[in-house]
């Protein structure tokens, strides 16, 4: 072998080792730092949350007050509101007692209504066999106002009043006033003497 063809492959063996001495360095790098600079951009939203509402109903009759948070289940049972009065009638006598309904929530309900239990009566004179029908006898009229004025929601007997009555849905912070008049027929007898019929009625907000 000549000294020039000697000198021909040092050289061929010179570059190819700095070429793969470049490759291995680049290879080192990107096994180093896992990737090459690029130009980035990013935006992080950093109040991404969802919130709920919530539906509080609250019933007052200027004295007494009864809200729906003071039971766990936003239910609550209320027994210082009569809304039938609770007053000794004779017949011919009318009652009459003003509630007002406010919603303490943040949202407007889908939904607002006054549901009816059943009526039942209760109680006797003694010597004197009772009625039977009394609370067919009383007349029961519902007005969504803050007066017995205008055109009642209801009107009829305790006992016919049995089917939820769909009211005007509160927006926060709104109230409404409803006033119930009970009264006893002018011609009821002794067999109702005595007697008391009760009824259970609750406000209901659906979502």
């Given amino acids: 072998m000549s000294s020039e063809t000697g000198r021909r492959k040092n ?10 001495g470049v490759v291995g360095s680049t290879l080192l790098t990107l096994s180093l730092t896992g990737t090459l600079s690029a130009f980035t951009a990013a935006i992080t939203n950093t109040t991404d949350t969802v919130t709920t509402g919530s539906l ?30 609770g007053t000794t009638l004779v017949p011919g006598g009318t009652a009459t007692k003003t509630v007002t309904l406010a919603n ?53 007997s305790l006992s016919g009043f049995t089917a939820a009555l769909p009211l005007t849905p509160l927006a926060p912070a709104a109230t409404q006033a409803y006033t119930f008049v009970v009264s006893v027929p002018s011609s009821l007898g002794n067999t109702y003497m005595g007697l008391t019929a009760s009824q259970p009625l609750t406000w209901t907000f659906s979502s």
């Fill in 104 to 156: 303490d929530g943040t949202v407007t309900p889908a939904t607002f209504t006054l549901t009816p239990g059943t009526c039942t009566q209760s109680g006797s004179v003694s010597g004197i066999t009772p009625a039977t029908d009394f609370c067919t006898q009383i007349n029961l009229k519902i007005y969504a106002a803050a007066t017995a004025t205008g055109t009642p929601i209801y009107n009829g």
């Fill in 56 to 85: 509080v109903l609250r019933e007052t009759d200027g004295t007494n007050t009864c809200i729906s948070t003071s039971s766990a289940t936003n239910s609550a049972n209320c027994a210082t509101i009569n809304k039938y009065t």
């Fill in 11 to 20: 050289r061929r063996f010179a570059a190819l080792a700095i070429v793969g």
